[in-house]
């Protein structure tokens, strides 16, 4: 099976590696074409655009970073509906909202194409292990046709139904997680402030009713203060953004979801400002926020004036 693949950040890099290890033939486009270069030593072929990649392969899978970016290589110039046509499938496997999945199955289906959202629930190491969570909705035929590839790329993948049921139930993982991540930062520096060992904390955690494999992999590089950007700060930011909006559309309050929301959006904005890291800091470094007084100073600040009197 010949397979298009668009976009080749953290995720879609480790995502068209493994299809290439499982014998797949696959044909990469990124926005900077130099990132390709990786993936034709692993045996990938290079598009030059978006349309080239439609052209030359039946399956196209696109991994992008937010609704925006999703949206540009479907309308822009050289895009993908410069080629889409009867016969051909089109997978969007970015985490967007579901209006603009709607908008692309729309786009894609009046060009004879078939279309299948496939968002999935995993980070970088997921990724890099085929261990990723699919969760997919569109066209059913299409589910079926490209199993094979979701296999190597998945442990599990669901069948949601219709277009905009992958990308809610995504938005719903997102904000959890983010919720959860929060809270359990304050609790390793609660811990520590307190006089306790935050690495002992952990071990209770683990083997208590809210044991997960987020906490369990996560913990410890938090209190190693290491942050590398497998799932970068400013994309869990707009996951939640993007999950608070998807509430107010069914009239769901969120008071939780939107005081984490609150923390990482300061958050990605004071790293950026002070680092220059464009918030390519992972999620969980919301820890080393909590550990900084200065940071909280500013975000008692910043949340007073967003308060109004």
Not at 40 to 68: N, Q, R, W
Not at 154 to 165: A, H, I, R
Request: proline content about 4%; hydrophobic content about 45%; some cysteine.
């Amino acid at each position: 099976m010949e397979i298009g693949f668009l976009g080749l950040g953290i995720m879609g890099k480790a995502m068209s590696i493994n299809l290439l290890r499982h014998g797949f033939k696959v044909t990469v486009w990124n926005r900077t074409l130099s990132k390709c270069d990786e993936l034709v030593e692993h045996g990938a072929s290079i598009g030059e655009t978006p349309a080239a990649v439609i052209k030359k392969c039946k399956y196209t899978i696109a991994m992008l970073s937010d609704p925006s970016a999703a949206l540009s290589v479907i309308f822009d110039k050289d895009g993908v509906l410069e080629q889409i046509s009867n016969g051909k499938g089109y997978i969007d496997m970015s985490t967007v909202d579901d209006d603009t999945s709607l908008k692309i199955s729309e786009a894609i289906k009046a060009k004879g194409g078939d279309f299948l959202e496939a968002p999935v629930s995993g980070s970088k190491k997921p990724a890099e292990d085929g261990q990723l969570v699919i969760l997919a909705a569109g066209d059913k035929a299409l589910y079926d046709e490209v199993l094979p590839a979701f296999d190597v790329l998945g442990k599990k993948s669901f069948y949601l139904g219709e277009v905009g049921n992958g990308a809610k139930m995504k938005l719903v993982v997102n904000m959890i997680m983010g919720s959860m991540m929060n809270a359990f930062s304050e609790g390793l520096t609660l811990a520590e402030r307190s006089g306790l060992n935050p690495a002992t904390l952990l071990d209770v955690l683990d083997l208590g009713a809210i044991s997960n494999a987020m906490f369990k992999m996560k913990g410890p590089t938090m209190l190693k203060n290491s942050y590398s950007p497998a799932f970068p700060l400013k994309h869990q930011q707009k996951d939640m953004r993007l999950a608070l909006a998807l509430g107010d559309e069914n009239a769901v309050s969120m008071p939780v979801a939107a005081a984490a929301n609150e923390v990482i959006l300061f958050h990605n904005i004071f790293r950026c400002q002070k680092n220059q890291t464009n918030g390519q800091y992972f999620f969980s470094s919301n820890f080393q926020v909590n550990k900084d007084e200065t940071v909280f100073f500013y975000l008692i600040f910043f949340l007073c004036l967003m308060t109004p009197p």
